[in-house]
């Protein structure tokens, strides 16, 4: 098993930019590839970023392509979400995901989510 919680969401204005956290706890989280998701109301949950264990393999979403960017730090067990340029069609719930395979792209844990939201 693995435990994620998300912290650094919050109320921003378009333009700015947020820093999204993601603790791992549990079983080895540095073995597992990491993704970050997000849905926003009315709409499904849709894939942003993710990386692998190693953190030498990263992929976003077109929407956020150059805008955002996930890191990892295994020593600290955590991965993070750098947004920049924020927009309001970016204001969801973020949740952080863990899964076996960076190559399947499928995540097995999930954390709670943080709420962002990106004034006008």
């Known amino acids: 098993q693995v435990q994620l919680v998300e912290s650094g969401g919050g109320l921003v204005q378009a333009g700015g930019s947020l820093r999204l956290s993601c603790a791992a706890s549990?079983?080895?989280?540095?073995?597992?590839?990491m993704g970050w998701f997000r849905q926003a109301p009315g709409k499904e949950r849709e894939f942003v970023a993710r990386?692998?264990?190693?953190?030498?393999?990263?992929s976003y979403a077109d929407s956020v392509k150059g805008r955002f960017t996930i890191s990892r730090d295994n020593a600290e067990n955590t991965v993070y979400l750098q947004m920049n340029s924020l927009k309001v069609q970016d204001t969801a719930v973020y949740y952080c995901?863990?899964?076996?395979?960076?190559?399947?792209?499928?995540?097995?844990?999930w954390g709670q989510g943080t709420q962002v939201t990106v004034s006008s």
């Open positions: 995901a863990a899964g076996e395979s960076y190559v399947s792209g499928t995540f097995n844990y």
């Open positions: 549990g079983r080895t989280s540095s073995n597992y590839a």
């Open positions: 990386i692998s264990s190693s953190g030498r393999l990263t």
